[in-house]
């Protein structure tokens, strides 16, 4: 099959100029917890794969932390055949859709794409997400019709994403795989930490049907140590597979950080999606309607918290960060997407102090070090 729109066409980069994935508008947007990011239709996926220089050494695919064939699956989806495509990303990644929407592909393999620097990288996170959710919408499962059951067991602790990849890695190769979670719902920080307008939690509702139907069984609200015992899994499995995650915060160890009014991240993602889903657990839900919200740090925890306040209706909502705007480890379209948001960013700010009043900054200068010539 030829490519619909590019036959042997190499300066197909040039003329199809990169289009990101569409985002609502703002005004709409910024009350609501929904997705911000428009599907793209068939015609503009394969336009945008077909800007993929299939380059000799792949540097998109060396960034990628799990070394993800993207430039192979960019030409199925430039020459249509997007169930071919998908099935190649779920050879190296269990979860295309989720990385499609939350991986920072900005400075990982967007950044690295040849075409990053003078025409606009391929948009290979747009694509994946889409790819990734066609197949799940149209039912697409691996063929595992040659895979012979070994007749061993497997119990994984923790339904987060190393569970989940565990398990299907496990069921593709004939081990039956138990997943176990405290939680009401799989996913972890997934479905519990990251808020909905950048993963929807039917997407990972999906994923579940997915990972059952290929044999994954699933054994919620259940707590190791006080439902059943790691005594019991060893005698009742081959194996463990211990994936619980951590769930804890990053405490700056401020003077005055005890405060009622001092709220830690995760505390406040978890305590608001849960009020949002409607789950049975044991998290405050804090409602900043009406008031002005100050977050300290810079990575794409702090712009969960500044977009979530934002649609909280909170007053004034700001972002504090103790060096500059470059140096933030935040990814930069979560950042501008603040911004478009009503996000007030402050830098070189290093927080000393919170108080009754307020918090006490004292203002920084990072600069990077400059290195001797020894010669």
Known sequence: MSKPFSIGDTLSFIKQARNPAHKRPVDSRSHDFDEI?????????????????????PYCEWQCPLHNF???WLDMVAYGQFEQAASLMHATNPLPEICGRVCPQDR????????????????????????????????????????????KKVAIIGAGPAGLGCAELLARNGVKAVVYDKY?????????GIPAFKLEKSIIAKRRVFLQDIGIEFRLNTEIGQDISIRQLQ???????????TYQTVDGNLAGGQRDNVIQALDYLIGNINQQQNYQMER??????????????????????????IRQQAK????????????????????VNAKEEGVKFIFNQQPTE???AGVVFDRSDFKPLKHKDKT
């Open 70 to 72: 993207i430039p192979n």
């Open 354 to 356: 919170i108080t009754v």
């Open 108 to 151: 990982l393999c967007e950044q690295a794409c040849t075409l990053n620097t003078g025409f606009g990288a391929v948009t290979i996170g747009a694509i994946e997400k889409n790819i990734a959710d066609q197949a799940l919408a149209n039912n697409w499962r691996p063929d595992l019709s040659a895979v012979k059951q070994i007749r």
């Open 235 to 245: 005698q009742q499995y081959d194996s463990l597979f211990l994936a619980m995650g």
């Open 316 to 335: 004034s909502v700001s972002c504090v960060y103790r060096k500059d705007e470059k140096a933030m480890p935040g990814s930069r379209t979560e950042i």
């Open 284 to 309: 405050q839900y804090y409602d900043l309607k009406d008031q002005h919200v100050l977050v300290l740090g810079g990575g794409d925890t702090a712009m969960d918290c500044v977009r979530s306040a």
């Open 184 to 192: 009401p719902e799989i996913g972890g920080l997934l479905t519990f």
């Open 37 to 57: 990011y428009l599907d793209n239709d068939q015609d503009q996926l394969i336009k945008q794969a077909d800007r993929c220089l299939d380059c000799g050494n």
